[in-house]
DNA sequence: CTGAAAGCGCTAACAT
DNA sequence: ATGTTAGCGCTTTCAG
């Protein structure tokens, strides 16, 4: 293992020349450097980043904190977040709470104890509660998918009312009038589709029946219970929204195992578009978020915020995308 | 922040006796151990990992570098390498090399630079061939999904060719013949699938027909357009296998591009179970993956091998199923 | 059984 | 423009 000393030798310099010319700092002859770098090329010199981050306090390394790593819309956010911290020379660290909060802190406390420079976070409920008392998030932190509030964090997320709401109306305007909804439970997501779906059904007359709205954990199984429950109900909904794409196999699982067809005999609308949504015939109405963009703008607010903490918070609202497919009894494909 | 020094300094003893007491070292009267960890609880004092990891030249993190994050079999590897380094303290860190050495060595170098504890790998053909020569890689590593010839590595990974002998064979017993294949490119994965494949065919006395055998990159995209021009020969399959879900993807979507009916017009299987699979109406027949065994296994094996780098190397061959659904013409669900 | 002191590899004042 | 030096927070000899 070269060190900084080895290359400060070889060079015939001191070892702050050869940190200066590494980190591009001014104050060194043109030729030194060039020199310098000959050496660190020659020697194969690679800086040990424990030692920078322990002395300089700096780190190269961000976190990814999700409730879920299996949902597919955290698997795309992370794809989009690895792209984006790669580009700038950051690796990222991932951790699954399970949409736990004690795993949460755990492993919020573990990233800090790390010195990791920042934080991209989907939090639990508790967290965003209680936020400014976890000490562990006295980092940089962007806060995504969950609305933050007014928490003093940079925030991305969609508007979820206003998406929950469009789906809605869609449905709403192929004729569904008795439309369940699976909401997923423990997240302030959940509860804003189903604010959304409500104001929808209101806003086209229509009285929200109560026993035909559930949450469940946002997990194939419990979509599939859940939804099992509403179509055995005496006068089961025409229609089901879910609000992501686990629960979407579960229900679309329990609608098969009570044989029905859709959207002949039920329609079918969920948040979230994957492969599977495309593929299914009939092709699943979606509202599509942009899972990309989020992980990346949430990179990139990060990676500023890293750079300049006192920075004023922002709050970006991505815009949706309402995908129409042939599940809710629709022509166009 | 509050140090070791100010642990010390609360509790009357010196640093080097608090260490001792958070390693868990012998040598101190249980009544000092007692008294040391009340002050540190007390003031809610947490190590710096960083500083540990400098001094003693050890680390919690582990790092997963996969070729395709958002490969269903990688996603579901990552879940269970998270959960497996959670439970024994260590974090994980999540890199994707799209395939592309370049970066995946400049990854395996970060890593090495922030001295992470060890690595799971699923790496490029190329660097199987160098493997002695990367010099990043003189840490404890696993590698998963790849067969490691003789590599002095620990090794987890599933018998790829008797599992394409086994679901070909599946094919033939349905009475087709004219079955294309669409193998993964890039990796040594989608050779040995290609290799399982043939062999079945000739133990069952079919003539392999090389133009019915394509290589694709493993994305949705590749294997929709190699699907289109194997539907569009002449003398089109009667039946197809491809060699992951990126790549059943795009044949499936070919398959409905060109009007073709599962299983009446022609069959289809796939390596790897997914949600999707079962969600289709035929549900695809499929391989499938023990995906979070391997992740487990290979997080044990890594740990393991941290703890003892003397170890002798294995190599874990997991057992994979073949899922029978009815999309190769089976009554069977 | 415990403390003093020497670093791990690097950066950042402070000199020159 | 460059070198000297003092640590970052911790672990680990080495003494006692």
Do not use: W
């Not at 806060?143 to 709401?165: E, F, G």
């Not at 469009?166 to 604010?195: K, N």
């Not at 099992?228 to 609608?255: C, Q, W, Y």
């Amino acid at each position: 293992m070269v060190k900084i000393k080895d290359v400060a030798e070889a060079a015939g310099v001191s070892t702050a020349t050869v940190s200066r010319v590494l980190a591009n700092k001014p104050h060194v002859r043109p030729e030194v450097q060039k020199h310098v770098m000959e050496i660190v090329k020659k020697l194969n010199y690679r800086p040990n980043r424990v030692a920078q981050n322990l002395r300089s306090n700096t780190s190269k390394i961000i976190a990814l904190v999700v409730s879920d790593i299996e949902n597919p819309f955290f698997q795309r956010v992370s794809r989009a977040v690895d792209d984006a911290a790669y580009e700038q020379g950051y690796i990222v660290m991932l951790c699954n709470t399970d949409e736990n909060s004690t795993k949460e802190e755990s492993c919020l406390n573990l990233l800090r104890d790390e010195n990791v420079a920042g934080v991209i976070l989907s939090p639990t409920q508790r967290t965003i509660e209680k936020f400014s008392e976890i000490s562990a998030l006295d980092m940089p932190t962007v806060i995504i998918d969950r609305h933050a509030k007014n928490l003093d964090v940079d925030n991305v997320l969609i508007d979820n009312v206003q998406s929950a709401y469009a789906i809605t109306s869609h449905l709403i305007g192929h004729g569904y009038q008795r439309i369940g909804g699976v909401f997923g439970g423990d997240s302030i997501t959940g509860s804003q589709r189903h604010e959304g779906f409500i104001q929808a059904l209101k806003a086209h007359n229509i009285k929200p029946a109560a026993e035909l709205i559930k949450y469940a954990n946002p997990r194939e199984e419990d979509g599939f219970n859940t939804t099992l429950k509403l179509l055995e109900m005496p006068d089961r909904p025409d229609a089901i929204l879910t609000s992501n794409s686990l629960l979407a196999a579960g229900v679309l699982l329990a609608i098969r195992e009570k044989k029905l067809k859709i959207p002949g005999d039920i329609a079918f609308a969920s948040f979230d578009d994957t492969t599977c949504a495309q593929l299914l015939e009939p092709a699943i109405t979606v509202i599509e978020q942009p899972t990309y963009e989020i992980g990346r703008t949430a990179t990139e607010l990060l990676i500023k915020r890293i750079q300049d903490p006192t920075r004023s918070n922002r709050e970006v609202v991505l815009k949706t995308k309402l995908i129409i497919r042939q599940s809710c009894g629709c022509q166009k494909s």
